[in-house]
């Protein structure tokens, strides 16, 4: 790191405490709406890790029993779930919002950088890039899963160095993986198209190969770094499908709104721009401001000839902002692709627009640097539009956790016990997983609560008398003493999936409930979970390892994989 990256960095923390400094106030404080499941996703693999000593592959408490690794929403295997492992789940969720927005500071600086801009410039990009009201917004209401947004630049910065070294692609790849790892499904998606669709376009106005080359090699390492964690919900969404409305998105009316109105910073879910918002509003709210947005269009004017690839690409993402309620529905025709399909809020690509925007807003002022605008302008310019963006959309973090932690609803149960309730976080504080779930990622749940009248317990014997006893029950391990002088049937009351096994006996479904088929024989019976697309992500994940290690290091046989464009960075988009 340069000596004046130091200053930057500390400049970044400074901006990143301002920010979100009211999420620090009290660390145990509730956050509003989806907070309370985005706590509850943090906490049960912690409770796996620090309490049972595994890894988190199974959620007992989550709709009745489903899968915790392949949830597209788990972010255990992210570098940034040590200040919740360290911290626990409140605190540390409050410390790593405030590391990730220095990450994305940092990260939109270093691209600014390498893309030839100024210092003013770059620090524009990056507090026009972090600031915005879109990310701010959703990580307010408890979306974690906008927090791997902060990559974004990274990603495209080792992307544009990997088209001209190859020894970067792997970079590139490392940062995908851990926004995966994260839990970032929608940044992740629509980051690997932006930086499809841009290397394509790359590639025509090169007329070489070299950036569409790059990008598959990207793509490629991903998929083998994070195997561990596609192949198990590669395998979950084949067997239990999802797919949801084509959507619709921004009208002109809402853009405009969305982007330069400052008086709509809420969270109030009911407000409404106009007739035409399907939506509640935190799905469009993006304040950067009037003049970053002016900046943004002036730069994209300016910086036309050489940089067309990036503006088509930007273009597009907007037509796609928009969903079906544009003529030309991009969004409809790209739906039913894998993955896609089960996305249902268009506007969420302005994310992308966001990271273009405020790339260009940069690119204006450092051009109108190096025409001799007179640095007091510039400077004035930046403090602006950095006082501005903190004052509108900073103020929504004193919105976002003013809950006091409420009284535990009733004494902790010695051993889970499935019930109906909500508040899936406090309820598993007593040891009590909900059949009734918010999210639309779960196995069919055949589970029964405590309070229905067909429950029968946790564990019983189907066409037997008595009752197995409990030895331990952990999230991946169920160990019962049995006694039955009859072949007969074992049921836990959780969803049954394909990934539990017993020595010496098939683990079936028994009404979509987990079971085994016991003998008079036996005595202690264990069920465990353990899917076998982990243990090959696992293998997968390896090799990846391997391969990108033999391409940063630059050991591949017959000198490597040449995928060099000429022409500087600089000059790279």
């Known amino acids: ?256 709104n969305a982007l330069t109105n400052p008086d709509l910073n809420t969270v109030d879910l009911n407000l409404k721009v106009s007739d035409d918002q399907v939506n509640y509003w935190i799905e469009y709210y993006a304040y950067v401001g009037a003049l970053p947005l002016i900046l943004g269009i002036f730069g994209a004017c300016v910086m036309l000839g050489s940089r067309w690839p990036l503006l088509l690409t930007t273009v597009l993402f907007l037509i796609l902002s928009f969903g079906s309620n544009e003529t030309l529905d991009l969004w409809g025709m790209i739906h039913p692709l894998p993955i896609l399909s089960s996305f249902q809020v268009p506007s969420r690509c302005m994310m992308m627009v966001v990271f273009s925007l405020a790339l260009y807003s940069g690119w204006a002022l450092s051009w109108l640097e190096g025409y001799g605008a007179h640095m007091l302008v510039t400077w004035g310019v930046l403090v602006f539009v950095i006082m501005d963006l903190v004052l509108v959309n900073g103020a929504l973090f004193e919105l976002g956790f003013i809950r006091y932690p409420p009284a535990i609803l009733g004494r902790r149960s010695d051993t889970l016990v499935q019930w109906k309730g909500w508040g899936h976080y406090d309820y598993f504080l007593m040891n009590k997983g909900l059949v009734n779930c918010y999210e639309r990622t779960h196995l069919p749940i055949r589970a029964l609560p405590a309070q229905d009248e067909q429950y029968r317990g946790e564990v019983y014997y189907n066409g037997s008398i008595g009752r197995p006893e409990v030895i331990s029950i952990t999230p991946n391990e169920l160990r019962y003493r049995v006694s039955v002088d ?82 500087r960075l600089n000059d790279g988009m």
């Not at 683990?507 to 979509?512: E, K, L, Q, W, Y």
């Not at 090959?536 to 060099?564: E, H, K, T």
Request: hydrophobic letters at 50%; one cysteine or more.
């Open 486 to 567: 009859r072949p007969t049937r074992l049921v836990v009351n959780q969803n049954y999936d394909p990934g539990w096994y017993s020595t010496g006996h098939d683990v079936v479904s028994h009404d979509g409930l987990i079971s085994i088929d016991l003998d008079p024989d036996d005595e202690i019976v264990t069920l465990s979970y353990l899917p076998r697309s982990f243990l090959l992500g696992q293998l997968l994940s390896f090799l990846g390892l391997v391969l990108a290690a033999l391409v940063y290091y630059d050991r591949l046989p017959n000198g490597g994989l040449v995928l060099a464009s000429n022409g």
């Open 1 to 256: 790191m340069k000596g004046t990256d130091h200053y930057v960095v500390a400049l970044f923390f400074v901006l990143s405490l301002v920010f979100v400094g009211p999420i620090l106030k009290g660390l145990y404080m509730y956050g509003i709406l989806d907070w309370d499941q985005h706590f509850f996703y943090h906490a049960v693999p912690r409770a796996t890790i620090i309490e049972h000593h595994q890894f988190p592959l199974w959620n007992p408490y989550h709709c009745g029993g489903n899968i915790l690794l392949a949830n597209p929403q788990s972010s255990f295997l992210s570098p940034t779930f040590i200040f919740v492992l360290l911290f626990d789940v409140i605190p540390g969720l409050k410390v790593r919002i405030l590391i990730q927005y220095m990450i994305g500071l940092y990260g939109m600086y270093i691209l600014a950088r390498s893309l030839g801009m100024t210092t003013n410039g770059s620090l524009l990009s990056s507090s026009v890039f972090m600031l915005n009201g879109a990310y701010a917004s959703n990580i307010v209401v408890g979306h974690t899963t906008f927090l791997p947004v902060v990559y974004i630049p990274w990603a495209f910065h080792y992307l544009l160095r990997g088209i001209e070294d190859i020894r970067y692609i792997p970079l590139s790849s490392i940062v995908l993986s851990i926004m995966i790892f994260e839990g970032g499904v929608f940044p992740f998606v629509f980051t690997c198209l932006f930086m499809g669709a841009f290397s394509f376009f790359k590639a025509l106005q090169l007329k070489k190969i070299a950036p569409a080359g790059a990008f598959v090699l990207v793509l490629f390492l991903t998929f083998l770094l994070a195997s561990i964690k596609f192949l198990p919900l590669i395998e979950f969404t084949s067997m239990n499908p999802l797919s949801r409305d084509v959507g619709r998105g921004y009208t002109v009316e809402i853009l405009v």
